[in-house]
Protein backbone atom coordinates (compact mmCIF):
# COMPACT_ATOMS: atom_id res chain seq x y z
CA UNK A 1 0.00 0.00 0.00
CA UNK A 2 1.41 3.34 -0.60
CA UNK A 3 0.26 7.02 0.20
CA UNK A 4 -1.43 7.69 -3.18
CA UNK A 5 -3.60 4.55 -2.64
CA UNK A 6 -4.90 6.69 0.45
CA UNK A 7 -5.09 10.04 -1.13
CA UNK A 8 -7.10 8.67 -3.71
CA UNK A 9 -9.30 6.60 -1.43
CA UNK A 10 -10.17 9.63 0.80
CA UNK A 11 -10.53 11.75 -2.28
CA UNK A 12 -13.33 9.28 -3.44
CA UNK A 13 -14.80 9.01 -0.33
CA UNK A 14 -15.07 12.70 -0.20
CA UNK A 15 -16.12 13.23 -3.37
CA UNK A 16 -18.56 9.65 -3.70
CA UNK A 17 -18.02 9.90 -7.27
CA UNK A 18 -15.10 8.42 -9.35
CA UNK A 19 -15.41 11.28 -12.02
CA UNK A 20 -15.38 14.23 -9.42
CA UNK A 21 -12.82 12.70 -7.53
CA UNK A 22 -10.24 12.13 -10.75
CA UNK A 23 -10.76 15.62 -11.19
CA UNK A 24 -9.99 16.60 -7.97
CA UNK A 25 -6.89 14.70 -8.02
CA UNK A 26 -5.98 15.82 -11.78
CA UNK A 27 -5.86 12.19 -13.09
CA UNK A 28 -7.95 9.94 -15.26
CA UNK A 29 -10.77 8.11 -13.99
CA UNK A 30 -9.34 4.61 -15.18
CA UNK A 31 -6.18 4.59 -13.18
CA UNK A 32 -8.38 5.87 -10.09
CA UNK A 33 -10.91 3.16 -10.28
CA UNK A 34 -8.12 0.04 -10.46
CA UNK A 35 -6.06 2.30 -7.66
CA UNK A 36 -9.34 1.59 -5.57
CA UNK A 37 -9.63 -1.89 -6.46
CA UNK A 38 -6.42 -2.72 -5.79
CA UNK A 39 -6.42 -1.29 -2.05
CA UNK A 40 -9.97 -3.16 -1.41
CA UNK A 41 -8.31 -6.29 -2.48
CA UNK A 42 -5.35 -5.67 -0.42
CA UNK A 43 -7.09 -5.42 2.75
CA UNK A 44 -9.35 -7.69 1.92
CA UNK A 45 -12.71 -5.52 2.61
CA UNK A 46 -15.30 -3.52 0.66
CA UNK A 47 -14.74 0.05 1.09
CA UNK A 48 -17.64 1.11 -1.15
CA UNK A 49 -21.34 0.49 -2.11
CA UNK A 50 -21.91 0.78 -5.74
CA UNK A 51 -25.19 2.61 -6.19
CA UNK A 52 -26.71 4.10 -9.35
CA UNK A 53 -27.01 7.76 -7.38
CA UNK A 54 -23.39 7.17 -6.37
CA UNK A 55 -20.84 5.60 -3.70
CA UNK A 56 -21.49 4.87 -0.34
CA UNK A 57 -19.18 4.01 2.06
CA UNK A 58 -19.25 0.57 4.04
CA UNK A 59 -18.69 0.12 8.02
CA UNK A 60 -15.19 -0.84 7.34
CA UNK A 61 -15.25 2.00 4.58
CA UNK A 62 -15.64 4.35 7.33
CA UNK A 63 -13.78 3.18 10.18
CA UNK A 64 -11.17 3.40 7.07
CA UNK A 65 -11.74 6.75 6.29
CA UNK A 66 -10.45 7.78 9.62
CA UNK A 67 -7.80 6.42 10.05
CA UNK A 68 -6.61 7.21 6.47
CA UNK A 69 -7.33 11.10 7.45
CA UNK A 70 -4.92 10.79 10.65
CA UNK A 71 -2.56 8.98 8.67
CA UNK A 72 -1.98 11.36 6.03
CA UNK A 73 -2.44 14.20 8.51
CA UNK A 74 0.66 12.87 9.74
CA UNK A 75 2.50 12.76 7.09
CA UNK A 76 1.30 16.20 6.43
CA UNK A 77 2.26 17.38 9.66
CA UNK A 78 5.76 15.84 9.86
CA UNK A 79 7.15 17.23 6.69
CA UNK A 80 5.94 20.79 7.66
CA UNK A 81 8.45 20.44 11.40
CA UNK A 82 10.72 18.41 9.12
CA UNK A 83 11.08 21.85 7.21
CA UNK A 84 11.22 24.26 9.60
CA UNK A 85 13.49 22.23 11.78
CA UNK A 86 15.99 21.98 9.01
CA UNK A 87 15.34 26.02 8.34
CA UNK A 88 15.49 27.59 12.27
CA UNK A 89 17.01 23.77 13.12
CA UNK A 90 14.88 24.19 16.36
CA UNK A 91 12.64 21.81 17.96
CA UNK A 92 9.35 21.95 17.14
CA UNK A 93 6.84 21.83 20.70
CA UNK A 94 3.09 21.87 19.77
CA UNK A 95 0.42 22.90 22.24
CA UNK A 96 -3.25 23.02 21.72
CA UNK A 97 -5.94 24.84 23.76
CA UNK A 98 -9.09 25.54 24.43
CA UNK A 99 -9.08 30.08 25.31
CA UNK A 100 -10.60 29.76 28.56
CA UNK A 101 -7.91 28.01 30.38
CA UNK A 102 -5.00 30.04 29.04
CA UNK A 103 -6.40 32.95 31.15
CA UNK A 104 -4.39 31.78 34.13
CA UNK A 105 -0.69 30.61 34.23
CA UNK A 106 -0.61 28.17 31.61
CA UNK A 107 1.12 31.33 29.63
CA UNK A 108 3.58 31.29 32.11
CA UNK A 109 4.02 27.68 30.97
CA UNK A 110 4.59 28.68 27.33
CA UNK A 111 6.70 31.51 28.64
CA UNK A 112 9.32 29.55 30.55
CA UNK A 113 9.53 26.85 27.36
CA UNK A 114 10.35 29.85 25.01
CA UNK A 115 13.06 30.61 27.26
CA UNK A 116 14.97 27.63 25.07
CA UNK A 117 16.50 29.18 21.95
CA UNK A 118 16.74 25.69 20.32
CA UNK A 119 12.64 25.45 20.98
CA UNK A 120 9.78 26.89 18.92
CA UNK A 121 6.16 26.91 20.46
CA UNK A 122 3.55 26.86 18.18
CA UNK A 123 -0.24 27.16 19.54
CA UNK A 124 -3.09 25.85 18.05
CA UNK A 125 -6.80 27.01 19.15
CA UNK A 126 -9.00 24.24 19.69
CA UNK A 127 -11.98 22.57 21.20
CA UNK A 128 -10.78 19.47 22.84
CA UNK A 129 -12.45 16.93 20.61
CA UNK A 130 -10.40 18.58 17.80
CA UNK A 131 -7.27 17.94 20.22
CA UNK A 132 -7.80 14.66 20.58
CA UNK A 133 -7.90 14.28 16.55
CA UNK A 134 -4.91 16.55 16.21
CA UNK A 135 -2.53 14.29 19.09
CA UNK A 136 -3.56 11.20 17.25
CA UNK A 137 -2.25 13.03 13.54
CA UNK A 138 0.61 14.50 15.20
CA UNK A 139 -0.38 17.53 14.75
CA UNK A 140 0.01 18.49 18.55
CA UNK A 141 2.27 17.18 21.27
CA UNK A 142 0.12 18.28 24.06
CA UNK A 143 -3.63 19.44 24.56
CA UNK A 144 -5.32 21.43 27.02
CA UNK A 145 -9.28 21.64 27.50
CA UNK A 146 -12.08 20.54 30.20
CA UNK A 147 -13.95 17.35 28.50
CA UNK A 148 -12.85 13.95 29.14
CA UNK A 149 -13.33 12.27 25.76
CA UNK A 150 -12.37 8.37 26.05
CA UNK A 151 -10.46 7.49 22.64
CA UNK A 152 -7.35 4.09 23.55
CA UNK A 153 -4.79 6.32 21.96
CA UNK A 154 -5.21 9.16 23.81
CA UNK A 155 -4.60 9.56 27.97
CA UNK A 156 -5.88 12.35 29.82
CA UNK A 157 -5.03 13.87 33.15
CA UNK A 158 -7.38 16.19 35.17
CA UNK A 159 -4.97 19.17 36.52
CA UNK A 160 -7.52 20.57 38.90
CA UNK A 161 -10.78 21.34 39.06
CA UNK A 162 -11.75 25.24 38.95
CA UNK A 163 -15.16 26.92 40.02
CA UNK A 164 -17.52 28.86 37.14
CA UNK A 165 -18.80 31.69 37.76
CA UNK A 166 -21.33 33.42 36.29
CA UNK A 167 -21.05 36.86 33.55
CA UNK A 168 -23.52 39.13 34.24
CA UNK A 169 -24.03 42.55 32.36
CA UNK A 170 -22.93 45.14 34.90
CA UNK A 171 -25.52 46.45 37.40
CA UNK A 172 -27.58 43.58 37.24
CA UNK A 173 -29.73 42.74 39.62
CA UNK A 174 -28.27 39.08 39.97
CA UNK A 175 -24.56 41.23 40.55
CA UNK A 176 -25.53 42.13 44.22
CA UNK A 177 -25.11 38.85 46.11
CA UNK A 178 -24.10 35.31 44.36
CA UNK A 179 -26.75 34.55 42.44
CA UNK A 180 -28.15 30.79 42.45
CA UNK A 181 -28.67 28.17 39.88
CA UNK A 182 -32.50 28.37 39.67
CA UNK A 183 -31.93 32.43 39.40
CA UNK A 184 -30.13 32.04 36.62
CA UNK A 185 -32.36 29.94 34.73
CA UNK A 186 -34.42 32.74 35.22
CA UNK A 187 -32.53 35.26 32.70
CA UNK A 188 -31.47 34.45 29.45
CA UNK A 189 -28.30 32.58 28.69
CA UNK A 190 -25.70 32.88 25.86
CA UNK A 191 -23.88 29.36 25.33
CA UNK A 192 -21.01 28.46 23.80
CA UNK A 193 -19.10 26.96 21.81
CA UNK A 194 -22.73 26.15 19.12
CA UNK A 195 -20.66 23.56 17.60
CA UNK A 196 -21.68 20.10 17.87
CA UNK A 197 -20.46 18.69 21.54
CA UNK A 198 -19.03 17.31 22.69
CA UNK A 199 -18.47 20.94 24.44
CA UNK A 200 -18.68 23.29 27.08
CA UNK A 201 -22.33 24.27 26.10
CA UNK A 202 -22.94 20.73 27.10
CA UNK A 203 -21.44 20.60 29.95
CA UNK A 204 -22.90 23.83 31.46
CA UNK A 205 -26.64 23.24 29.95
CA UNK A 206 -26.21 19.73 31.86
CA UNK A 207 -25.94 21.89 35.61
CA UNK A 208 -29.30 23.46 35.37
CA UNK A 209 -31.10 19.77 33.99
CA UNK A 210 -29.43 17.98 36.50
CA UNK A 211 -31.46 20.36 39.22
CA UNK A 212 -34.54 19.92 37.13
CA UNK A 213 -34.71 23.58 35.75
CA UNK A 214 -34.94 24.87 32.44
CA UNK A 215 -33.50 27.67 30.72
CA UNK A 216 -33.89 29.66 27.97
CA UNK A 217 -30.94 29.96 25.86
CA UNK A 218 -30.99 33.21 23.63
CA UNK A 219 -27.79 32.70 21.74
CA UNK A 220 -25.35 30.29 20.89
CA UNK A 221 -21.59 31.36 19.58
CA UNK A 222 -18.57 29.92 18.24
CA UNK A 223 -15.96 31.33 20.98
CA UNK A 224 -15.81 33.26 24.21
CA UNK A 225 -15.05 36.83 23.49
CA UNK A 226 -18.16 36.99 21.40
CA UNK A 227 -20.47 35.70 24.64
CA UNK A 228 -19.12 38.19 26.75
CA UNK A 229 -19.58 40.33 24.51
CA UNK A 230 -23.93 40.17 24.30
CA UNK A 231 -23.60 39.43 27.73
CA UNK A 232 -22.31 42.92 27.92
CA UNK A 233 -24.90 44.37 25.74
CA UNK A 234 -27.09 43.09 28.23
CA UNK A 235 -28.82 39.82 26.25
CA UNK A 236 -28.32 38.14 29.26
CA UNK A 237 -25.62 35.71 31.01
CA UNK A 238 -23.03 32.98 30.70
CA UNK A 239 -21.34 30.55 32.60
CA UNK A 240 -17.35 30.74 32.35
CA UNK A 241 -14.48 29.04 34.18
CA UNK A 242 -12.94 31.49 37.11
CA UNK A 243 -10.03 32.24 34.77
CA UNK A 244 -11.58 34.63 32.80
CA UNK A 245 -12.24 37.02 35.36
CA UNK A 246 -9.06 37.91 34.89
CA UNK A 247 -9.99 39.70 31.81
CA UNK A 248 -11.25 42.40 33.99
CA UNK A 249 -14.05 44.28 31.30
CA UNK A 250 -15.90 47.04 32.50
CA UNK A 251 -18.98 46.21 30.98
CA UNK A 252 -19.59 42.79 32.44
CA UNK A 253 -19.43 41.57 36.24
CA UNK A 254 -18.28 37.93 36.89
CA UNK A 255 -19.85 36.92 40.16
CA UNK A 256 -18.90 33.47 41.98
CA UNK A 257 -22.46 31.18 42.31
CA UNK A 258 -23.87 30.45 45.58
CA UNK A 259 -23.93 27.05 45.12
CA UNK A 260 -19.50 27.11 45.44
CA UNK A 261 -19.12 23.68 44.56
CA UNK A 262 -20.24 24.02 40.78
CA UNK A 263 -16.72 23.14 39.07
CA UNK A 264 -15.29 22.56 35.76
CA UNK A 265 -11.65 20.78 34.87
CA UNK A 266 -8.74 21.77 33.16
CA UNK A 267 -7.51 18.35 31.22
CA UNK A 268 -4.28 17.93 30.01
CA UNK A 269 -4.22 15.27 26.76
CA UNK A 270 -1.59 13.22 25.63
CA UNK A 271 -0.99 10.30 23.11
CA UNK A 272 -1.05 7.00 25.10
CA UNK A 273 2.21 5.00 25.34
CA UNK A 274 4.75 7.41 24.53
CA UNK A 275 7.85 7.79 25.76
CA UNK A 276 8.62 11.90 26.94
CA UNK A 277 11.29 13.15 25.31
CA UNK A 278 13.68 16.01 27.06
CA UNK A 279 10.76 18.63 26.34
CA UNK A 280 7.60 17.01 27.51
CA UNK A 281 9.59 15.92 30.59
CA UNK A 282 10.19 19.87 31.06
CA UNK A 283 6.67 20.82 30.36
CA UNK A 284 5.53 17.91 32.84
CA UNK A 285 7.60 19.57 35.79
CA UNK A 286 6.37 23.15 34.60
CA UNK A 287 2.90 21.73 34.83
CA UNK A 288 3.37 19.83 38.24
CA UNK A 289 4.74 23.68 39.69
CA UNK A 290 1.58 24.79 38.68
CA UNK A 291 -1.18 22.51 39.56
CA UNK A 292 1.18 23.08 43.16
CA UNK A 293 1.05 26.92 42.85
CA UNK A 294 -2.97 26.35 42.28
CA UNK A 295 -3.64 23.97 45.07
CA UNK A 296 -1.89 26.08 47.51
CA UNK A 297 -3.04 29.34 46.35
CA UNK A 298 0.14 30.59 45.10
CA UNK A 299 -2.15 31.80 41.71
CA UNK A 300 -1.55 35.11 39.48
Do not use: C, W
Request: aromatic share 6%; hydrophobic share 40%; glycine share 6%.
Amino acid sequence: MELRHLRYFVAVAEQRNFTRAAEKLFIAQPPLTRAIKQLEEEIGVELFIRKARGLELTSGGTYFLAHAQQILDKVEATIADTRRIATNRKTIFSIGFVPSVFYGQLPLMVRRLRQNKNLEIVLHELKTREQIDALKAGKIDIGFGRLRIEDPEVEQQSLFDEPLIAALPAGHPLTARPPSMKELSEVPMVAFPSSAGPNFADLTLGLFRRRGLKVNVIQQVNDLQTALSLVASDMGFTLVPEQVRHLQREDVEFMPLEDDNITTPVIASRRKGENPNAIMRLTNTILAELVNNRMTGRYP
